[in-house]
């Protein structure tokens, strides 16, 4: 049970990459583009994160969904592929309203 939440946003990404495999919208048109832009929004919502822990705001939930080790101190390794789906889903809609 406690890699539901893991397997969620696996399952999600996975979704994701269909769509963009289907449509070329991303990584399938531009890779080392999207790459670098992924990359450097996963970059800032990190830091922002260790901003958020270290002032006491953002804290590890007590989740059974979740695994039972973070990387850092409160930053869970879900938080990691939160942060690509985030940016991910982000990058796919500009992409498609750029074409709509």
């Known amino acids: 049970m406690m890699f539901l939440y893991l397997?969620?946003?696996?399952?999600?990404?996975?979704?994701?990459?269909?769509?963009?495999?289907?449509?070329k919208l991303a990584f399938w048109d531009q890779p080392k583009r999207t790459?670098?832009?992924?990359?450097?929004?996963?970059?800032?919502?990190a830091i922002w994160d260790f901003f958020g822990i270290s002032l006491g705001i953002f804290f590890k939930g007590d989740s059974p969904y979740m695994l039972p080790f973070t990387l850092f101190p409160e930053f869970p390794l879900e938080e990691l592929f939160f942060?690509?789906?985030l940016c991910y889903v982000t990058v796919l809609l500009y992409r498609w309203s750029e074409r709509w």
């Open 83 to 85: 942060l690509f789906l």
């Open 7 to 23: 397997c969620a946003l696996l399952f999600s990404i996975s979704g994701l990459a269909i769509l963009d495999w289907r449509y």
């Open 35 to 45: 790459g670098l832009v992924i990359a450097v929004g996963i970059a800032v919502f």
